[in-house]
T-cell receptor
Framework: SQQGEEDPQALSIQEGENATMNCSYK?????LQWYRQNSGRGLVHLIL?????REKHSGRLRVTLDTSKKSSSLLITASRAADTASYFC?????????????FGQGTELSVKP | SQTIHQWPATLVQPVGSPLSLECTVE??????LYWYRQAAGRGLQLLFY??????ISSEVPQNLSASRPQDRQFILSSKKLLLSDSGFYLC??????????FGPGTRLTVT
């Protein structure tokens, strides 16, 4: 089974609303990262949160991490049409060889103008 | 600044034909390099990673192979493509267990 499971699989909101995406994982982690992918493009790193951190902000992004529940959430505030993309969480496991990341299946976000 | 290139951008190949996808990184030294495959509407599957020249680790047994002939060059190959090899192939680089930086990807269609 997947290390990272994301919820919801798809999310449609109006411009200006907030978007929340969730990620759950199974194995203890070193850090958890969020990436964004526009259709047909490569992934872009958004934010990294370490296992000893609980919350992190970057612009309109807010990430939380609850290691007791093995879950994370990504909040995008005041969404814009340009935020339309797929968002993936990725976990870096403890005792990681080669810096490998394990990606979730992603949440497809659609922001309607 | 660092940049990562992949080519070709799109490729249509018949079943049974060979494959060679190339990835190069500029502006960094001794990066970890990664090949991922993404099926339509799905997450990324790690295929291979490399921590140095000539060092390749395979994550998924299949008819693909990878090589790293130079520090900043990573090649994905196949001797005979299968229909199931179709997908979006992404190369990425990183240092340690931290963020990875992705190339633009290659869309491969096996017919």
């Amino acid at each position: 089974s997947q290390q990272g499971e994301e919820d919801p699989q798809a999310l449609s909101i109006q411009e200006g609303e907030n978007a929340t995406m969730n990620c759950s994982y199974k194995t203890s982690i070193n850090n958890l990262q969020w990436y964004r992918q526009n259709s047909g493009r490569g992934l872009v790193h958004l934010i990294l949160i370490r296992s000893n951190e609980r919350e992190k902000h970057s612009g309109r992004l807010r990430v939380t991490l609850d290691t007791s529940k093995k879950s994370s959430s990504l909040l995008i505030t005041a969404s814009r049409a340009a935020d339309t993309a797929s968002y993936f969480c990725a976990t870096s496991l403890i005792y990681n060889q080669g810096g490998k990341l394990i990606f979730g299946q992603g949440t497809e976000l659609s922001v309607k103008p | 600044s660092q940049t990562i290139h992949q080519w070709p951008a799109t490729l249509v190949q018949p079943v049974g034909s060979p494959l060679s996808l190339e990835c190069t990184v500029e502006g960094t030294s001794n990066p970890n390099l990664y090949w991922y495959r993404q099926a339509a509407g799905r997450g990324l599957q790690l295929l291979f990673y490399s921590v140095g020249i000539g060092q390749i680790s395979s994550e998924v047994p299949q008819n693909l192979s990878a090589s790293r002939p130079q520090d900043r060059q990573f090649i994905l190959s196949s001797k005979k493509l299968l229909l199931s090899d179709s997908g979006f192939y992404l190369c990425a680089w990183g240092w340690g267990p931290y963020e990875q930086y992705f190339g633009p990807g290659t869309r491969l269609t096996v017919t």
